[in-house]
């Protein structure tokens, strides 16, 4: 009965180094090819879309080795992260006027709080400096936008 | 014999746990050498990131000046995006803008802003070139550089996230965390540069990211040459902020060769680009 408990424990102890072992990842690019190979220079096997779960086999260089139907290919280890693709993030914009009104408090903010951790005299004045901040033109920037389909027609252009 | 059995199963208790503890160890070890640091992203942290590098931004802008031209500012961000669709950060939307100076240089805040300085691109001669200084930058914010540099990790103990915890809410300390941590970021942008390490690696991805987008990868070689001949004021901040240019070139050759990268179609649209650059 002893020795049953042990094996069973011993059982469960393998399979569970064996499962830690295997790495989860998920294709985060746009599309992401299989190389036969772990090189640029490689035959493309196939191509998978962003989201593709695989179980890694191992990795080469900058390459993980997976497996897809029956044969092992290579993906760039550019192209994928152990948890699925986050959502895409809308711009943070909230609180802006209170950074604004952050910044021209900057130095009293900046000398109490270097005060505070005991910095130098020196330091304190490197820290207090007051930089200017031109918010106007990052709105402009964020504004930006490519209109429906540009960016495919671009990359589709840019083909050889 | 009692005794022989409990050893043996001493012997295969230890044997089955070892490979995930030493690759446990092995990936704490390497966490700087890893191929890509995109499994470091926490969901929490993204806004933080892109709150952060909006104010790293807005100072990058208020010293050198937003060159406005919407044709150019389209060409820079079909070139930038058509590369940022390759990388591991989806849920970032990358903005490209140029920078109204005579300085040679490229900068990247965490976030997704990618800035390119007019002197810069004047010294570009094609595509491709313009490619790799992007897709540089573009690796510094995947990678986190400025993020890992300030040394801003999370907090498992707590369950919350480095960049959540410091700069979340809306309370005066994390309003005068997010301040001090913008000085030092733009520290590291103009006056530390980023550790030797990063360099490389955003060198290696940047090449890497070329490739994957279709650009040839020795425009950034290319570009480098040319800067190498350059002396003066123009490049005095970027000369100062980042490894030699024979170094740099030495190691983009390697990962080239080593990567298969020296053969294959790649595209450097030399035409387009001089198209482009004229809308000045």
């Known amino acids: ?97 209170e950074i604004k009104q952050g910044v021209r408090r900057r130095a009293s903010t900046f000398t109490s709080a270097a005060a505070a951790r005991g910095l130098t005299q020196e330091g304190r004045k490197r820290l207090s400096r007051e930089e200017k901040a031109d918010y ?11 209109k429906s389909g540009e960016l495919e027609r671009f990359v589709e252009e840019s083909r050889i | 014999m009692k005794r022989m059995g409990t050893l043996i199963i001493a012997v295969l208790i230890t044997v089955s746990i070892a490979p995930s503890a030493s690759a446990a160890a092995e990936r704490e070890a390497n966490w700087r050498q890893r191929v890509s640091t995109a499994d470091d992203v926490v969901a929490s942290d993204i806004s933080e990131e892109i709150k952060f590098g909006r104010e790293v931004a807005a100072r990058i802008l208020g010293r050198y000046g937003y060159l406005e031209n919407p044709q150019l500012t389209k060409y820079l961000n079909l070139v930038g995006r058509s590369i940022a669709m390759h ?3 989806p849920e970032l939307e990358f903005r490209f803008a140029l920078l109204d100076t005579a300085e040679v240089n490229a900068y990247a805040t965490p976030g997704g802003y990618v800035f390119v300085t007019r002197g810069a691109l004047e010294k570009m001669t094609d595509e491709a070139e313009l490619a790799g200084v992007l897709a ?41 965390t997010l301040n001090q941590l913008t000085d030092k970021a733009v520290d590291i942008l103009f006056k530390d540069g980023y550790k030797r390490e990063d ?69 450097a649209h030399k035409e387009r680009f001089a198209r482009n650059r004229e809308l000045r």
């Open chain 1, 1 to 97: 009965m002893k020795r049953q408990t042990f094996l069973v424990i011993l059982v469960l102890l393998l399979s569970a180094s064996f499962v830690s072992a295997a790495d989860v990842y998920y294709v985060q690019s746009v599309k992401a090819k299989v190389m036969w190979e772990p090189s640029f220079k490689s035959k493309v096997m196939t191509e998978v879309a962003k989201g593709y779960k695989f179980i890694a086999l191992g990795k080469e260089g900058n390459w993980i080795k997976v497996k897809r139907d029956f044969e092992q290919g290579y993906i760039s280890a550019l192209l994928v992260a152990t948890h699925p693709p986050f959502p895409k993030q809308g711009l943070i914009k909230a609180g802006d006027g």
């Open chain 1, 136 to 146: 106007y033109s990052l709105d402009r920037i964020d504004s930006f936008a490519l």
């Open chain 2, 87 to 89: 990388t591991s950060r």
């Open chain 2, 136 to 176: 540089h930058e573009i690796a510094h914010i995947t990678e986190k550089h400025v993020v890992k540099e300030l040394n801003i990790r999370s907090s498992e103990a707590t369950g919350v996230t480095g960049l959540a915890l410091l700069i979340g809410g809306g309370s005066e300390a994390a309003k005068v």
């Open chain 2, 199 to 267: 360099e490389v690696q955003a060198d290696k991805h940047a090449v890497m990211l070329c490739s994957l987008a279709g650009y040839d990868p020795q425009g950034l070689v290319r570009y480098f040459e040319r800067l190498n001949t350059v002396k003066g004021k123009s490049t005095e901040i970027l000369d100062k902020t980042h490894p030699s240019y024979e170094a740099r070139i030495a190691w983009i050759k390697s990962v080239i060769t080593e990567e298969g990268m020296d053969a294959g179609s790649y595209a």
